[in-house]
């Protein structure tokens, strides 16, 4: 079984939902248009790995040298040796798995791996004109994987929390005019920034996004987004503001679930790109060293 559309139509992020939800395996294809010129009409294809919806790999070509390649430029061990290994690895067993277990690389080399993967992902949600193909057929690479996963739903929530540019988004996010109503009773489990939590404690179908965004001394856009991630998580839906809206002040922030420092911010200060790529890898490298055995 295969799906396939317009990025136009469908976001990254919202597949990135139903490949998790739905614990969906095979391999997505992503083609970015890079001229759609005539005769000179130009693609660029990327590849990315599902297994029960936990994404396993990522690489710009099917050749099975993109993790290879990783390894090499670090200059961990003499390209020689890995190409040995590479050679007679298994098919059945991520090559990373199999190099650690030969003593070649250790757990933290795998996972600045799995990162540098991620990474390349980040850039795909920036893309506005593109299509994709998910084929639920499609075999697991084995050379492009490192051992490591991660759900579909948390590297769509890394990759919009450093987004540069929302054009791609912008028909997805929320309007400022209506609320958010919370999907579920008890604290989510997913890991959350102190905006998001913000946001999450009015999803109580009664105050608009404006609204949050004037309490938060926030853009409305960063509200916008905020609530988009959270959409995109299964924790709220939109839905249309109540008529008998009451006064915020009736609505506390429980404090205990804010990062302190976070609410003294009076304005939000968008850090330079370079901050927001190494926050994004130093985040997911300490995410991964807690859940990898």
Excluded at 34 to 52: C, E, M, P, V
Excluded at 206 to 222: E, G, K, Y
Excluded at 261 to 290: C, H, Q, W
Aim: charged fraction near 20%; proline fraction near 4%.
């Amino acid at each position: 079984m295969s799906i396939s559309s317009s990025l136009t139509d469908f976001s990254l992020a919202e597949l990135f939902q139903i490949i998790d939800q739905g614990r969906k395996s095979g391999c997505l294809t992503v083609c970015k248009l890079l001229d759609s010129h005539g005769a000179g009409a130009t693609s660029k294809y990327y590849f990315i790995w599902f297994r029960q919806g936990r994404l396993v790999a990522a690489a710009n070509s099917l050749d099975n040298q993109g993790l290879i390649s990783k390894i090499k430029q670090r200059k961990w061990v003499k390209p020689q040796i890995i190409d040995g290994y590479n050679a007679i690895a298994s098919a059945r067993t991520p090559l990373g798995l199999q190099l650690k277990t030969a003593g070649v690389l250790n757990g933290e080399q795998l996972n600045l791996l799995f990162a540098s993967q991620l990474q390349q992902i980040r850039e795909l949600f920036e893309i506005q004109k593109g299509v994709f193909k998910l084929d639920s057929r499609a075999p697991q690479p084995s050379k492009e994987m490192t051992g490591l996963s991660l759900g579909a739903t948390e590297v769509a929530l890394m990759a919009l929390r450093t987004l540069k540019n929302w054009d791609a988004l912008a028909d997805a996010l929320p309007d400022a005019s209506s609320a958010l109503h919370s999907i579920t009773q008890t604290k989510p489990l997913l890991h959350l920034h102190a905006l998001e939590w913000q946001v999450w404690e009015f999803a109580n179908g009664r105050v608009s996004l404006s609204a949050i965004a004037h309490q938060l001394n926030q853009p409305v856009t960063l509200i916008q987004q905020a609530a988009l991630r959270l959409k995109i998580a299964g924790l709220v839906e939109e839905v249309p503001l109540s008529t008998s809206t009451p006064e915020l002040n009736d609505y506390p922030l429980d404090v205990n679930c804010v990062n302190s420092s976070a609410l003294g911010n009076k304005k939000f200060i968008e850090p330079e790109m370079l901050k927001i790529v190494t926050s994004f890898l130093d985040n997911l490298v300490g995410y991964l060293r807690s859940n990898i055995s």
